[in-house]
């Protein structure tokens, strides 16, 4: 047990692989089990992906299933190759993607689509990860521009829950509901101050959605909303003779190189929220250390883009997915944080907590007993995912402007890339910028009504 060696102020024994540096659990890092119990509960969240796959692509939920199981085991090389954070879905992006992908027709043209995108997304990020330019590319980006991306991102998760036939007119109590206690727990001030002198309700806000997720397997059925969930015991059973067959590459073959060079707006839009995911699990793990130097902890930007680039990468052959493979879960990175902050007897090391839960949420998903319970109320996780992420993606999307004219743009845009995706969305953005601001296009203006870079990256900390 290697992890017991650790000298204070090092960093967690490893096995050097190049640029990433190789933790075994038991080995390089303690298990902890108290992440490893919530991770079994909060694998309901990665099920959620499962009703985005079924509208979209048409997929059973078998192969749906599949799909979220191959992304939780690579959900684990992020921890294994040295990367200090718990990731999740690229989660502002999604209604972009679901956009875009919509506008190819179901069957295998839109499986074609979604392939391209994934795997553009992933080999960009690998080439950005693997030169060192990540930073410099999104500098390029005028401020507007950011600006109408992030924005965009929050109106599209809206209106994907709201529009005619969206899953507000099936759920409709349901969410409203879960909504309303999801927005006091996660964002009230009240909430937020009682808290601190409650240690049940300290507790709740630890376990980010999954208390609402619980508390929709009852409302829902009560409102006749949803059928009571019918426990089943076993192994859940995902279908990847059908996945592999019906929806990759294996069966359908390539896409034609035109989906690619369609996909490239989109990909750049949803890369620029993106990289907003990296500041946050930068500024993180840094919380995390200032309160705990007894552990050096190494977050590199360029590794993380080369594991969540290979991520994507691999799920754009093995299983396309809907959700892409983000470099951050941004509630469950700061649950994590939160206790390693307690001490070395809290959580040994960052890589403790943060593996041991992925290594939970793996072990959920083959428990047929946690499937079954929250299959019947997916949409409605799903839903109240959507509209958090709307609240937070407009929150940070107005701070990423530096002066009214930039909001002003920002907010055209944000409402053309919702309505008519990533491509319509850059040409508005640019041709406001060009006609605003002319030779100061890159640059912009700074009129002083809005808070600094810095500040923004704090209130989307706060915010997620």
């Not at 060696?5 to 075994?24: A, C, Q, T, V």
């Not at 839009?269 to 995911?277: E, M, P, Q, S």
């Not at 190494?298 to 691999?314: E, K, P, Q, S, V």
Request: glycine letters at 10%; aromatic letters at 10%.
């Amino acid at each position: 047990m290697m992890w017991k060696n650790r000298i204070d102020g090092e960093e967690s024994p490893y096995i050097p692989m190049g640029p990433f540096k190789l933790r075994l659990p038991f080995v390089h890092y303690k298990f902890e089990w108290p992440d490893y119990a919530q991770g079994l509960l909060m694998c309901a969240v990665d099920l959620a992906a499962i009703p985005l796959m079924i509208e979209l692509l048409g997929m059973p939920f078998e192969v749906a299933l599949a799909v979220v199981m191959l992304n939780g085991l690579l959900y684990l090389a992020h921890h294994l190759l040295g990367d200090p954070v718990v990731p999740g879905w690229i989660t502002p992006a999604i209604p972009l993607i679901m956009a875009y992908v919509s506008l190819f027709p179901e069957g295998a043209e839109r499986v074609h689509a979604l392939v391209s995108f994934q795997l553009t997304l992933g080999l960009v990020s690998i080439l950005l990860g693997a030169t060192g330019m990540a930073q410099r590319v999104v500098r390029l980006v005028p401020p507007a521009i950011k600006s109408g991306v992030i924005l965009g991102a929050g109106f599209a998760a809206v209106i994907s829950v709201f529009q005619v036939g969206g899953r507000f007119e099936t759920f409709p109590w349901s969410i409203s509901i879960a909504v309303g206690i999801a927005f006091y727990l996660l964002f009230s001030r009240h909430f937020n101050k009682i808290k601190q002198f409650n240690p049940a309700l300290l507790f709740i806000s630890k376990l980010g959605l999954f208390p609402i997720i619980l508390l929709a397997v009852f409302i829902a059925p009560l409102f006749g909303e949803a059928a009571w969930p019918k426990i089943e015991w076993g192994i859940s059973k995902p279908d990847f003779v059908t996945l592999w067959s019906d929806y990759t590459i294996f069966g359908l073959g390539m896409p034609p190189l035109e989906m690619f060079i369609s996909a490239l707006p989109t990909v750049l839009a949803t890369y620029i929220v993106l990289f907003g995911d990296i500041l946050q699990s930068k500024a993180l793990v840094q919380d995390g250390n200032k309160v705990r130097p007894d552990e050096k902890i190494d977050y590199n930007a360029n590794r993380a883009h080369l594991i969540f680039g290979g991520r994507n990468t691999a799920m754009s052959i093995l299983g396309p997915d809907v959700t892409m493979c983000g470099p951050l879960w941004a509630a469950m990175q700061v649950v994590v944080v939160e206790r390693f902050k307690e001490g070395k007897k809290a959580m040994n090391s960052i890589f403790s907590g943060s593996g041991s839960f992925r290594w939970g949420t793996n072990t959920g998903l083959l428990l047929l007993p946690i499937v079954s319970l929250v299959k019947p109320i997916l949409g409605v996780a799903l839903a109240l995912t959507l509209l958090i992420q709307g609240y937070v993606s407009v929150k940070v999307g107005i701070l990423e402007s530096k002066s009214q004219r930039d909001l002003g743009i920002a907010g055209v845009m944000g409402a053309v890339l919702a309505t008519k995706g990533a491509a319509w969305g850059f040409v508005v953005g640019i041709l406001l910028c060009l006609l605003i601001y002319g030779k100061q296009f890159f640059k912009g203006e700074e009129d002083g009504t809005f808070t600094s870079e810095n500040n923004v990256e704090k209130s989307a900390n706060k915010a997620s």
